[in-house]
């Protein structure tokens, strides 16, 4: 058994919306309510905690009002993306949880399910898929290749444990540390590094507005 982060109090101001992205409605619906469904169908999945703004938050809760899903908990996001998963940490109460970004709407059950898996033999794991684009890296002046046969591109959800997490967000607070990754932080300070799960192209993370005219065309045809 496991519980759910879903966080959607980022902004994403690069997709040009006059408000956040996750709120974008295809078929009467804001994108976010598919994500979060993909979990709440899971038995394993016991709690669903959403990671909302608080100028957001009744806006939140009258969107998944329909769900009448018990699974569902609302807390306020942080100051930062680290801030606001420590929040919704603090709401669950399995050790296993896994955390998933609003943004990557097109997220399957299966793949869910895969971090689950692997979350009963490892401490930390998260879906990745591999980088199909040449890489060049700028430092000090210069170029150079990187080798993209061990390069992975880092996707949600990603799975911690409970009381791991909240240990090395700690540490990272007192080091004045912000991570860009959730499972970052469990291999900087408890050295514990994640255990990559092959995840899908398809779920990509909405950041653009090109992102949002291909979620369109997807989600039409579901």
Do not use: W
């Not at 009467?28 to 938050?57: N, T, W």
């Not at 300070?189 to 997807?218: M, T």
């Amino acid at each position: 058994m496991f519980d759910a982060i879903l966080l959607i109090a980022g902004r994403g101001e690069r997709t040009r919306l006059p408000y956040n992205k996750v709120f974008y409605k295809i078929d009467g619906q804001p994108v976010f309510l598919r994500p979060l469904k993909k979990f709440l169908e899971l038995d394993e999945c016991e709690r669903v905690v959403i990671v909302a703004a608080q100028d957001e938050m009744a806006l939140a809760k009258e969107a998944v009002q329909f769900l009448n899903s018990p699974k569902i908990i609302f807390v306020s996001g942080g100051e930062r993306r680290q801030d606001s998963v420590e929040n919704g940490m603090r709401m669950c109460v399995n050790e296993v949880v896994l955390i998933h970004d609003g943004a990557r709407i097109m997220i399957e059950k299966p793949y869910i399910m895969a971090v689950s898996e692997t979350m009963k033999a490892f401490h930390s794991a998260a879906l990745a898929v591999r980088v199909t684009d040449t890489i060049r890296e700028m430092k000090d002046g210069k170029m150079r290749m990187l080798d993209r046969d061990g390069l992975y591109a880092m996707q949600t959800p990603q799975g911690v444990r409970r009381n791991e997490y909240l240990r090395a967000a700690a540490l990272a607070q007192n080091d004045h540390y912000f991570g860009t990754d959730d499972v970052e932080l469990i291999e900087k300070y408890l050295s514990i590094p994640p255990v990559l799960v092959e995840g899908s192209y398809d779920n990509f993370k909405v950041s653009n507005i090109s992102d949002i005219r291909r979620l369109e065309a997807v989600m039409e045809g579901e």
